[in-house]
């Protein structure tokens, strides 16, 4: 075990949420000082993150795995609480539940996307949720998550390897709900042409389950910071041709530190 994890562990995670986050947020202070007094690099490096998600020990992971039935401290409802990663991920779906089963009431089957699907553990909650009245598809630029992706969901969903930052094979208003979950964090100086292209390819719905800086407290601003996530996903999203109907924190957050909302938009 790591020592930063033991601590965490040890130590963080029994204090209050209120101390834990004091601490986190001093420690993050720190790290924030020294990456501008030295000169540190804040800028994600794209190709690093592409590596680092494209790694074999990042993929070996199955959704039926022991490893998703593990403990962790997660925040819900803005208290630290423990749950297994399988949990949390549930949680973190319910929005998107409750916008699939809207429309399903309108509409008997929807053809369904998720950008930056990783080895495709949502996918495969929604096919088990709702079976063939979802017609899935994924991508994702990491080929080895997308392989992983497909062995687990067999014909069940529709994978394809890319960038979101680029123009895609899919069709103008291809699908009825494009969303992601923490992938837009990870390309905050593409984010702008990652809306555009979801806003191309849906007919009207996106969800985004990625951070919200503005609904996180000073703890969960400097770890977005500090991490070079995406904190001005409101601003772009409001520069943008999409109605942003809704922000709210999502219920749960694996990582405490980096806060989950829900952002709900509409293509005009
Ligand atoms: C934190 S993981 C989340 C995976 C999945 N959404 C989940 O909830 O388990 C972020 C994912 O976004 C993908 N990603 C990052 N930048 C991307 C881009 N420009 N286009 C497509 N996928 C991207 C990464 O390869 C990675 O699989």
Known sequence: MRLAQFIDEQIFYRLPTGVYFFFHFLSLLVLFLRRVVFGGVLRRDKSKSHKEYND???????????YQQNILMGLYKGKLTKMTYRQAREVSL???YKMIEDRLKKQKKLKVIEIGCGA?????LLHR?????LQL?????????VQ???????????LHTGSI????????????IVFSSHCLEQIPHYLPCAIREMARITKKDIMLMEPAFSLANPAQKLYLIVSDFVTVMKEVLEESDLKLRSIHPNAVSPNPLNKSGVFILEKA
Not at 137 to 145: E, I, Q, S, T, V
Not at 148 to 158: D, I
Request: aromatic share 12%; net charge neutral; charged share 30%.
């Open 56 to 66: 074999t020990k990042q993929v070996h992971d199955t959704f039926d795995s022991p």
């Open 165 to 176: 930052t680029e123009q895609t094979k899919y069709g103008e208003n291809e699908f009825d």
């Open 94 to 96: 319910r929005p998107l």
């Open 120 to 124: 495709g553990f949502n996918l495969i």
């Open 148 to 158: 992983r992706a497909k062995e687990q969901l067999g014909g069940h969903a529709n």
């Open 129 to 133: 949720k709702f079976g063939d009245r």
């Open 137 to 145: 598809y994924g991508m994702d630029y990491a080929g080895r998550r």
